[in-house]
Nanobody
Framework: QVQLVESGGGLVQAGGSLRLSCAASKSLIVFNPMGWYRQAPGKQRELVASITPGGSTNYADSVKGRFTISRDIAKNTVYLQMNSLKPEDTAVYYC?????????WGQGTQVTVSS
C-alpha cells in the first residue's frame, strides 16, 4: 500500500505563486509515473502535469510555461511549482501515482486564487 500526502495549498492572489508537495510513503517515485491532477467545483478531474520514471514531463496546455513538476528522489517527494496563478487555477489538487495497474491518490489540497 502506498500513501501520498500533499501539502502546500492555500489562498493566493492572482499572479502569485505556490509550491505543492507530495510525499510518498515508499521509495517508489523513481520507478512509477506520477502526476498532479486538479478538480474544480462542478468539473471533472483533469491532469495538470506528469513525470515519468525517466524524468520526462508533460503539462496541460492551460498551465504550460507557468507550472513545473519536479521530484526529489532522496525525499520520495514530487513537487508542483505554480507561478503566475490565475483565478481559473482554483481547484483541489491531487497527487497521483500509477503503480502497475493500480492508481493511488493523495487526499487533495485546496488552491484558491483570488482576483
Amino acid at each position: 500500500q502506498v500513501q501520498l500526502v500533499e501539502s502546500g495549498g492555500g489562498l493566493v492572489q492572482a499572479g502569485g505563486s505556490l509550491r505543492l508537495s507530495c510525499a510518498a510513503s515508499k521509495s517508489l517515485i523513481v520507478f512509477n509515473p506520477m502526476g498532479w491532477y486538479r478538480q474544480a467545483p462542478g468539473k471533472q478531474r483533469e491532469l495538470v502535469a506528469s513525470i515519468t520514471p525517466g524524468g520526462s514531463t508533460n503539462y496541460a496546455d492551460s498551465v504550460k510555461g507557468r507550472f513545473t513538476i519536479s521530484r526529489d528522489i532522496a525525499k520520495n517527494t514530487v513537487y508542483l511549482q505554480m507561478n503566475s496563478l490565475k483565478p481559473e487555477d482554483t481547484a483541489v489538487y491531487y497527487c497521483h501515482m500509477l503503480l502497475g495497474r493500480d492508481n493511488y491518490w493523495g487526499q487533495g489540497t485546496q488552491v484558491t486564487v483570488s482576483s
